[in-house]
Structure formats: structure tokens, C-alpha cells
């Protein structure tokens, strides 16, 4: 049962079953406070099948208890036993506690959506989502550059590497939530912003806005949180797998 009621899906169904269901779209289940964020691309799509929408959050709900209870144990596994609290480590438990708190944050309301077909949280929450969503993100995807330069540093440079210590993991991590916080509240601020998308059961950064400075955030968002991380990654590892290919005893 909806929440929200109106409009039922009964006339969609009937529509899809005449074969003439394009008369009604994805987005008017939407609530009346969310339709001014709502992009009008969306409004040329009609509207995803109910099943879909309870496999999809059936979906959703096993991955997230499957998520939080994991990374939940590896925080609690590594923190809590002190011969595995090494400066690498560090990082390790970071990157799980990136990962616990974004599928905490993002799991429930995705479930709650998906039973009533479409955001019905408001526009609050839709833009607290979409920037968590891209807090955890940045964070976890900047984490796993710092383990690379670690393992980088370990295994390419050997015995002439600067070994990591407790204070410089400390102040990567510290980095790391700095940057990801940085780029993340940009939008509640005016540069890009949070809207829903898709079958509107989610929020995230409108990409759809052709305003020049909704695109530069993208375009800059896109070379410091996703790009130069990949290439920092496929560097490190590329010289990684080769001194594990010259000494496969290594």
C-alpha cells in the first residue's frame, strides 16, 4: 500500500494493457514539493513497473545488511585488536567506515522510496541524500588512492620507502574527509545542487542542467574525484604488478 495515494497506478495499468501507456510519466507520482526539482527530461518517461520497484528495493535492502554488517565487522575486527592497528590499517578501517555509513545513509531511505514508487522524504532529504551519497563516494574512492601510494611505496620502493606512521595516516584521513566535504556541500551552496533522478526513488548531482556553472562543477568534480584518483590508481598498481612479475616470490 502507497502512502501517498494519488494518482493510483490502477489507470496506468489499464493504459499499459490498451497499449496506449505513454499518457502518463515517472514523475507523477511525485509529490507536489518535489516538482520543482524534478528536470523536465524526465517528464518523456512513463513509469517503471511496480515489480520493479519492490525487486529493486528487496535488491537494495540485502545489499545494504550485507554492507553494513561487513565493513560494521571489519571496523570493529580492526579496531579493536591492537596488533591490527598499523598505520596501513588505518586507512583499511577508514575506507570500511566510508563504505558502513554510506550504505547506512543511503540503503534505508532507497528501500522506503522503492515501496512507495517515488521520494517521499522531501526535498530536505532528497538533497541530504544526494550529498551523502557523494560525501561517502569521495571519500571511499580518495581512501582507496592512499592505500595505492601506500602499497606503491611498500612494494615498488622497498628499503628505501619512508615507512607510514600513525600521525601521517591520521592527517590523510584527515585529508581525505576534508576534500570529500569540500566537494560535497558545494551544491547545497549554489555551485550544481541535489535533485531526484532516474524512476525518482533516489537523489544525486544534477548532471542534466546546461547552466554553465552547474556544468563546471560537474567537469571539475569529474577530473578531481573520479579521473586523476583512477589514473593515480592504474599508476601505482601498473608498477605494483610489475615487480611482482620480475620476483614472483616477492
Request: net charge neutral.
Amino acid at each position: 500500500m502507497s502512502v501517498i495515494g494519488e494518482p493510483s497506478y490502477a489507470g496506468w495499468a489499464a493504459q499499459r494493457a490498451a497499449g496506449f501507456g505513454g499518457n502518463i510519466t515517472v514523475v507523477d507520482k511525485v509529490l507536489p514539493d518535489m516538482l520543482h526539482m524534478v528536470d523536465a527530461y524526465w517528464y518523456q518517461f512513463p513509469p517503471m513497473n511496480p515489480l520493479w520497484h519492490g525487486i529493486l528495493g528487496f535488491m537494495i535492502g540485502v545489499l545494504g545488511f550485507v554492507s553494513i554488517t561487513g565493513n560494521g565487522m571489519v571496523i570493529y575486527i580492526f579496531m579493536g585488536t591492537k596488533a591490527l592497528r598499523t598505520p596501513s590499517n588505518l586507512l583499511v578501517v577508514n575506507l570500511a567506515f566510508s563504505d558502513f555509513l554510506m550504505m547506512t545513509t543511503m540503503a534505508p531511505p532507497m528501500v522506503i522510496n522503492c515501496y512507495n514508487e517515488t521520494w517521499v522524504l522531501g526535498p530536505f532529504f532528497c538533497e541530504l541524500y544526494g550529498m551523502f551519497g557523494s560525501l561517502f563516494g569521495c571519500a571511499s574512492i580518495w581512501t582507496m588512492v592512499f592505500i595505492a601510494l601506500d602499497r606503491y611505496n611498500v612494494i615498488v620502493k622497498g628499503l628505501s620507502a619512508q615507512p607510514l606512521t600513525k600521525k601521517t595516516a591520521m592527517l590523510r584521513i584527515l585529508l581525505i574527509w576534508a576534500m570529500s566535504v569540500g566537494w560535497t556541500i558545494a551544491p547545497l551552496f549554489g555551485w550544481n545542487r541535489y535533485v531526484p533522478e532516474g524512476n525518482m526513488t533516489a537523489c544525486g548531482t544534477d548532471y542534466l542542467n546546461q547552466d554553465p556553472l552547474s556544468k563546471s562543477y560537474l567537469y571539475v568534480y569529474g577530473v578531481f574525484v573520479y579521473f586523476f584518483p583512477l589514473f593515480i590508481i592504474i599508476y601505482s598498481y601498473f608498477f605494483i604488478v610489475q615487480v611482482k612479475y620480475r620476483d614472483p616470490t616477492f
